[in-house]
């Protein structure tokens, strides 16, 4: 069983619109093959079945397609959309590379996998590509603040309860925020006494 990496992907765009027609005439479809194909230039069906993983990871980024599911997919008028799915192991950003080529659209993906500790962005537009990638609390931390702390207080809790012994200072503790702004770490802080008290 594959650990799953979460996407909250934003398109935007003139091409929305017929990416938004294909979604809605195939709300049982697989939404990777349909909305950029499986098979890599020239390969048959025969070639994909013997590589179908290497092909899936080189052209989609993640190990299989998924499944449409409309629930998860929010219209707004013809050039917004935005999609919460999971994919296997990693993020699908080799798939939106290549729907931005495919229908000319801005293309963003908020993503993170707690079992392999990353989460990080992704973007690309017709100016190029970033995708900034971080240990998972860090990743959270520039692309969700509120989830961060809901997170990080997950974790103070965890502390107290399994590891009474083993608690450390709170300026210790600290330590594992480097990336913090001063704000954010005297929220920790105060999070981390509360918590301990």
Known sequence: MPNWCNNYIEIEGVGVSKIKEILEA???GSMFELLVGKYAEGQTEEEYQQTWYDTNCDRWGCKWDVEIDLDSINFFEDHF??????????PCNDFLRLLHQKYSVFVKNDYSETGNDFA??????EDGEVDNCYSYLEGLYHSDYDYFIMEVQNQV???KDDNEDEIPSVDEWLKEFPYASMDCLVELQEMFILEMS
């Open 81 to 90: 959309i935005s999609i919460n799915l999971q994919t296997a192991w990693s």
């Open 120 to 125: 990080g962005t992704f973007e690309v537009d």
């Open 26 to 28: 195939n709300p049982l």
């Open 157 to 159: 809790e965890y502390l």
